[in-house]
Protein backbone atom coordinates (compact mmCIF):
# COMPACT_ATOMS: atom_id res chain seq x y z
CA UNK A 1 0.00 0.00 0.00
CA UNK A 2 2.88 2.52 0.59
CA UNK A 3 4.17 2.27 -2.80
CA UNK A 4 0.81 4.02 -3.97
CA UNK A 5 1.04 6.60 -1.98
CA UNK A 6 3.51 8.80 -4.46
CA UNK A 7 1.53 7.97 -7.35
CA UNK A 8 -2.03 8.78 -5.43
CA UNK A 9 -0.18 12.16 -4.56
CA UNK A 10 1.17 12.73 -7.89
CA UNK A 11 -3.24 12.27 -8.85
CA UNK A 12 -4.71 14.10 -6.42
CA UNK A 13 -2.40 17.19 -6.40
CA UNK A 14 -1.26 17.81 -9.93
CA UNK A 15 -4.17 15.82 -12.36
CA UNK A 16 -7.21 16.64 -10.06
CA UNK A 17 -5.36 19.69 -8.12
CA UNK A 18 -5.83 21.45 -12.02
CA UNK A 19 -8.96 20.58 -12.12
CA UNK A 20 -9.99 22.04 -9.14
CA UNK A 21 -8.50 24.82 -10.19
CA UNK A 22 -9.69 24.92 -13.51
CA UNK A 23 -13.48 24.76 -11.82
CA UNK A 24 -12.72 27.78 -9.71
CA UNK A 25 -11.35 29.65 -12.32
CA UNK A 26 -14.15 28.98 -14.67
CA UNK A 27 -16.36 31.74 -12.22
CA UNK A 28 -14.08 34.51 -12.02
CA UNK A 29 -14.23 37.52 -14.86
CA UNK A 30 -11.90 39.74 -16.62
CA UNK A 31 -11.93 43.58 -16.44
CA UNK A 32 -12.91 44.69 -19.64
CA UNK A 33 -10.59 48.24 -18.90
CA UNK A 34 -7.28 46.74 -17.66
CA UNK A 35 -7.77 42.87 -18.82
CA UNK A 36 -6.81 41.66 -15.31
CA UNK A 37 -8.34 38.66 -13.66
CA UNK A 38 -11.07 39.25 -11.05
CA UNK A 39 -10.88 36.75 -8.49
CA UNK A 40 -14.92 37.07 -8.03
CA UNK A 41 -17.98 34.86 -7.99
CA UNK A 42 -19.55 35.39 -10.69
CA UNK A 43 -21.51 33.17 -13.52
CA UNK A 44 -21.30 35.29 -16.20
CA UNK A 45 -19.07 33.09 -18.76
CA UNK A 46 -21.55 29.79 -17.57
CA UNK A 47 -24.14 32.16 -19.19
CA UNK A 48 -22.53 33.06 -22.17
CA UNK A 49 -21.24 29.64 -22.97
CA UNK A 50 -24.97 28.50 -22.23
CA UNK A 51 -26.56 31.01 -24.10
CA UNK A 52 -24.03 31.97 -27.05
CA UNK A 53 -25.05 29.92 -29.94
CA UNK A 54 -21.99 29.51 -31.25
CA UNK A 55 -20.62 27.53 -28.22
CA UNK A 56 -23.26 25.10 -28.76
CA UNK A 57 -23.07 24.93 -32.57
CA UNK A 58 -19.00 23.86 -31.32
CA UNK A 59 -19.62 21.58 -29.47
CA UNK A 60 -22.24 19.40 -30.87
CA UNK A 61 -20.05 19.60 -34.04
CA UNK A 62 -17.35 18.40 -31.83
CA UNK A 63 -19.34 15.50 -29.89
CA UNK A 64 -19.89 14.25 -33.78
CA UNK A 65 -16.34 14.20 -35.12
CA UNK A 66 -15.68 12.29 -31.65
CA UNK A 67 -18.25 9.65 -32.02
CA UNK A 68 -17.12 9.77 -36.03
CA UNK A 69 -13.61 8.68 -35.19
CA UNK A 70 -14.43 6.28 -33.23
CA UNK A 71 -16.94 4.55 -34.83
CA UNK A 72 -14.89 4.45 -37.96
CA UNK A 73 -11.97 3.53 -35.75
CA UNK A 74 -14.15 0.55 -34.36
CA UNK A 75 -15.13 -0.65 -37.64
CA UNK A 76 -11.60 -0.42 -39.17
CA UNK A 77 -10.18 -2.15 -36.15
CA UNK A 78 -12.39 -5.04 -35.78
CA UNK A 79 -11.30 -7.14 -38.66
CA UNK A 80 -7.63 -6.31 -38.77
CA UNK A 81 -7.38 -7.73 -34.66
CA UNK A 82 -9.80 -10.54 -35.80
CA UNK A 83 -7.08 -11.44 -38.51
CA UNK A 84 -3.69 -10.79 -36.47
CA UNK A 85 -5.13 -12.75 -33.25
CA UNK A 86 -7.43 -15.62 -34.65
CA UNK A 87 -6.06 -16.26 -38.17
CA UNK A 88 -2.49 -14.86 -38.62
CA UNK A 89 0.63 -17.45 -37.83
CA UNK A 90 2.54 -16.41 -34.69
CA UNK A 91 5.42 -14.80 -36.84
CA UNK A 92 2.92 -13.22 -39.14
CA UNK A 93 1.50 -11.70 -36.09
CA UNK A 94 4.21 -10.40 -34.32
CA UNK A 95 5.17 -8.34 -37.75
CA UNK A 96 1.41 -6.80 -37.73
CA UNK A 97 1.71 -5.99 -33.44
CA UNK A 98 4.92 -3.88 -34.74
CA UNK A 99 3.31 -2.70 -37.56
CA UNK A 100 0.51 -1.29 -35.23
CA UNK A 101 2.47 0.24 -32.61
CA UNK A 102 5.05 1.40 -35.40
CA UNK A 103 3.15 5.42 -36.01
CA UNK A 104 2.73 5.77 -32.06
CA UNK A 105 6.78 6.67 -32.78
CA UNK A 106 5.86 8.42 -35.59
CA UNK A 107 5.97 12.27 -35.36
CA UNK A 108 1.86 13.79 -34.38
CA UNK A 109 2.79 16.53 -36.76
CA UNK A 110 4.80 14.80 -39.71
CA UNK A 111 1.46 12.34 -39.82
CA UNK A 112 -0.61 15.51 -39.31
CA UNK A 113 1.20 17.41 -42.61
CA UNK A 114 1.26 14.20 -44.17
CA UNK A 115 -2.42 13.68 -44.45
CA UNK A 116 -2.57 17.69 -45.19
CA UNK A 117 -0.35 16.80 -48.17
CA UNK A 118 -1.97 13.87 -49.55
CA UNK A 119 -5.93 15.59 -49.01
CA UNK A 120 -4.47 18.92 -50.93
CA UNK A 121 -6.28 19.84 -53.75
CA UNK A 122 -3.40 19.02 -56.04
CA UNK A 123 -2.28 16.24 -54.04
CA UNK A 124 -1.43 12.83 -54.61
CA UNK A 125 -5.27 11.99 -53.67
CA UNK A 126 -6.34 14.32 -56.73
CA UNK A 127 -4.10 12.82 -58.69
CA UNK A 128 -4.98 9.13 -58.50
CA UNK A 129 -8.74 9.37 -58.01
CA UNK A 130 -8.78 11.61 -61.01
CA UNK A 131 -9.45 14.90 -59.47
CA UNK A 132 -11.48 14.18 -56.23
CA UNK A 133 -10.09 14.90 -52.91
CA UNK A 134 -12.27 16.13 -49.61
CA UNK A 135 -10.23 18.93 -49.68
CA UNK A 136 -9.39 20.64 -46.09
CA UNK A 137 -12.56 20.45 -43.53
CA UNK A 138 -14.48 18.30 -41.24
CA UNK A 139 -14.29 15.24 -43.76
CA UNK A 140 -10.51 15.83 -43.86
CA UNK A 141 -10.10 16.38 -39.81
CA UNK A 142 -12.43 13.26 -39.21
CA UNK A 143 -10.32 11.20 -41.76
CA UNK A 144 -6.91 12.54 -40.46
CA UNK A 145 -7.94 11.82 -36.57
CA UNK A 146 -9.57 8.07 -37.24
CA UNK A 147 -5.87 7.77 -38.63
CA UNK A 148 -3.92 9.15 -35.51
CA UNK A 149 -6.28 6.90 -33.11
CA UNK A 150 -6.34 3.82 -34.77
CA UNK A 151 -3.59 1.52 -32.55
CA UNK A 152 -5.47 3.02 -29.38
CA UNK A 153 -8.79 1.26 -30.24
CA UNK A 154 -6.23 -2.02 -32.20
CA UNK A 155 -4.53 -2.48 -28.77
CA UNK A 156 -7.38 -3.25 -26.66
CA UNK A 157 -9.72 -4.92 -29.56
CA UNK A 158 -6.36 -7.25 -30.15
CA UNK A 159 -6.00 -8.30 -26.67
CA UNK A 160 -9.71 -8.69 -26.38
CA UNK A 161 -9.41 -11.40 -28.96
CA UNK A 162 -6.55 -12.52 -27.25
CA UNK A 163 -9.13 -13.45 -24.19
CA UNK A 164 -11.53 -15.37 -26.20
CA UNK A 165 -11.32 -18.91 -25.98
CA UNK A 166 -10.59 -20.87 -29.32
CA UNK A 167 -12.99 -23.58 -27.87
CA UNK A 168 -16.22 -21.10 -28.42
CA UNK A 169 -15.80 -21.36 -32.46
CA UNK A 170 -15.47 -24.74 -32.09
CA UNK A 171 -19.05 -25.17 -29.94
CA UNK A 172 -20.45 -22.72 -32.20
CA UNK A 173 -19.83 -24.24 -35.46
CA UNK A 174 -21.23 -27.49 -34.02
CA UNK A 175 -24.45 -26.19 -33.46
CA UNK A 176 -24.89 -24.77 -36.59
CA UNK A 177 -23.78 -21.19 -36.76
CA UNK A 178 -22.38 -19.53 -39.66
CA UNK A 179 -19.51 -17.42 -39.86
CA UNK A 180 -21.76 -14.09 -39.43
CA UNK A 181 -23.47 -15.86 -36.83
CA UNK A 182 -20.52 -16.84 -34.35
CA UNK A 183 -19.32 -13.51 -35.15
CA UNK A 184 -22.40 -11.88 -33.76
CA UNK A 185 -23.51 -13.66 -31.25
CA UNK A 186 -20.15 -15.18 -29.70
CA UNK A 187 -17.13 -12.91 -30.94
CA UNK A 188 -19.00 -9.42 -30.31
CA UNK A 189 -20.29 -9.68 -26.70
CA UNK A 190 -16.96 -11.26 -25.84
CA UNK A 191 -14.73 -8.37 -27.36
CA UNK A 192 -17.24 -5.48 -26.64
CA UNK A 193 -15.86 -4.33 -23.43
CA UNK A 194 -12.26 -3.95 -25.41
CA UNK A 195 -14.43 -1.56 -27.87
CA UNK A 196 -15.53 0.26 -24.74
CA UNK A 197 -11.99 0.48 -23.88
CA UNK A 198 -10.37 1.49 -27.16
CA UNK A 199 -13.57 3.96 -27.65
CA UNK A 200 -12.58 6.06 -24.21
CA UNK A 201 -9.10 6.56 -25.78
CA UNK A 202 -10.33 7.73 -29.50
CA UNK A 203 -13.36 9.44 -28.34
CA UNK A 204 -11.42 11.67 -25.53
CA UNK A 205 -8.43 12.03 -27.57
CA UNK A 206 -10.67 13.76 -30.57
CA UNK A 207 -12.18 15.75 -28.30
CA UNK A 208 -8.66 17.76 -26.60
CA UNK A 209 -7.10 17.95 -30.19
CA UNK A 210 -6.74 21.35 -31.83
CA UNK A 211 -3.88 20.74 -33.68
CA UNK A 212 -4.85 18.83 -36.59
CA UNK A 213 -7.71 21.30 -36.88
CA UNK A 214 -5.60 23.80 -37.72
CA UNK A 215 -3.61 22.00 -39.88
CA UNK A 216 -6.27 19.77 -42.07
CA UNK A 217 -9.11 21.19 -40.66
CA UNK A 218 -9.52 24.31 -42.89
CA UNK A 219 -12.27 27.01 -41.51
CA UNK A 220 -13.94 23.99 -38.79
CA UNK A 221 -13.26 25.16 -35.54
CA UNK A 222 -13.68 22.14 -32.51
CA UNK A 223 -14.08 23.19 -29.16
CA UNK A 224 -10.40 22.85 -28.14
CA UNK A 225 -9.61 25.28 -30.75
CA UNK A 226 -11.74 27.66 -28.94
CA UNK A 227 -10.71 26.87 -25.96
CA UNK A 228 -6.99 27.43 -26.84
CA UNK A 229 -8.00 30.86 -28.43
CA UNK A 230 -9.54 31.83 -25.33
CA UNK A 231 -6.91 31.32 -22.89
CA UNK A 232 -4.98 34.24 -24.11
CA UNK A 233 -8.13 36.27 -24.17
CA UNK A 234 -10.14 35.74 -21.52
CA UNK A 235 -8.67 32.47 -19.50
CA UNK A 236 -12.02 32.21 -17.13
CA UNK A 237 -14.23 32.26 -20.11
CA UNK A 238 -11.39 29.31 -21.65
CA UNK A 239 -11.66 27.79 -18.31
CA UNK A 240 -15.92 27.60 -18.46
CA UNK A 241 -16.10 26.32 -22.22
CA UNK A 242 -13.22 23.72 -21.06
CA UNK A 243 -16.05 22.17 -18.74
CA UNK A 244 -17.55 21.06 -21.62
CA UNK A 245 -14.96 18.21 -23.27
CA UNK A 246 -14.96 17.29 -19.28
CA UNK A 247 -18.47 17.21 -18.93
CA UNK A 248 -18.32 15.14 -22.19
CA UNK A 249 -15.90 12.34 -20.54
CA UNK A 250 -17.60 12.00 -17.34
CA UNK A 251 -20.72 11.26 -18.99
CA UNK A 252 -19.44 8.87 -21.91
CA UNK A 253 -17.49 7.30 -19.07
CA UNK A 254 -20.49 6.77 -16.98
CA UNK A 255 -23.23 5.85 -20.15
CA UNK A 256 -19.66 2.72 -20.78
CA UNK A 257 -20.17 1.86 -16.98
CA UNK A 258 -23.65 1.19 -17.26
CA UNK A 259 -23.51 -1.22 -20.29
CA UNK A 260 -20.99 -3.12 -17.93
CA UNK A 261 -18.75 -3.12 -20.70
CA UNK A 262 -15.79 -1.96 -18.39
CA UNK A 263 -16.34 -4.51 -16.03
CA UNK A 264 -13.92 -7.33 -17.60
CA UNK A 265 -11.50 -4.96 -18.74
Known amino acids: MLLLVPPMTWLVVVYLGAI ?24 ANLHTVLTEPIYRTVALRTLFVALAVTAIDAVIAFPIAFYMSLVAKPRLRRFLVVAVLTPLWASYLVKAYAWRTLLAPDGPLSWATGGYTPGYGETALVITLAYMWLPYMLIPLYAGFERVPRSLF ?63 LNQPLAATVALIPLLAIVVYLIAMRRTGALENV
Open 170 to 232: EASADLGAGTWRTVRSVVLPLVFPAIAAGSIFTFSLTLGDYIAVGIVGGKTQLIANVIADQVV
Open 20 to 43: AAMLVSAFWTVDSFTENVVREFST
